[in-house]
């Protein structure tokens, strides 16, 4: 646990020089969602949280840091194992900020935010950002960034959302849902797991085929 933390912050390292990056897409949706909080979390976890998390795979691909993963005393699969730990942990810090500030701008704007409906909204932008990573990721370790485009996934669920505003439809729309939501969250939980197993044998045959891969043998 101690070196799949210190992979995490590693990742947090070599993020951080990018961070205004993020801060502009977060300034973006704090300017264009404030008339509707309920939106702001899932927003910022489908712009935002979906692009750090996958940015130590950009930046590994750019800066060639496979060779420095291989220099590290870490197993390949501890690697890959911090890599979803600092995406979960991108996760956390996006929905706790998203709703300390959701929570503020429905108190300015007087608006109804019940319990039952911010639990929605960060079940809602769990299940974003799971299938966001749980698609992505294994793709990454197995052929790279740099041929895995982004927008393979990310596009289908910006459209998904765009077709959701477009229909008017609000959180309060998947009120049925609410005792469905403890299923989500493990479901999702599953989902995540089910993705490392993926990323690890992913990472296992492109070892097997002679190709370049992050960390020690495991």
Not at 106 to 122: D, E, H, K
Not at 145 to 157: D, E, G, Q, V
Request: aromatic letters at 10%.
């Amino acid at each position: 646990m101690i070196a799949v933390a210190r992979m995490a912050m590693l990742d947090l390292r070599t993020v951080a020089p990018h961070r205004y990056q993020g801060l502009a897409v977060f300034g973006v949706c704090l300017l264009f969602l404030t008339h509707n909080p309920v939106v702001f979390v899932p927003a910022l976890v489908l712009l935002l949280t979906s692009q750090v998390a996958a940015h130590p795979f950009l930046i590994a691909d750019k800066a060639g840091l496979e060779t420095l993963y291989a220099m590290l005393p870490l197993r390949r699969r501890t690697v890959i194992y911090g890599h979803y730990a600092w995406a979960v942990a991108s996760f956390v810090a996006t929905a706790a900020v998203g709703t300390a500030l959701t929570l503020l701008l429905a108190r300015i704007q007087s608006a109804p935010l019940g319990g039952r409906t911010l639990l929605t909204v960060l079940t809602l932008s769990w299940a974003v950002f799971v299938v966001n990573v749980a698609i992505q990721f294994p793709l990454f370790v197995r052929f790279g960034y740099s041929r895995i485009s982004l927008l393979s996934t990310f596009l289908p669920l910006a459209l998904v959302m765009m077709a959701l505003a477009r229909l008017h439809l609000t959180i309060v729309t998947f009120a049925e849902l609410q005792t469905w939501l403890p299923l989500l969250w493990v479901a999702g939980a599953a989902a995540l797991v089910a993705s490392v197993a993926v990323a690890v044998t992913a990472d296992h045959r492109r070892v097997r085929n002679g190709a370049a891969a992050p960390g020690r043998e495991r």
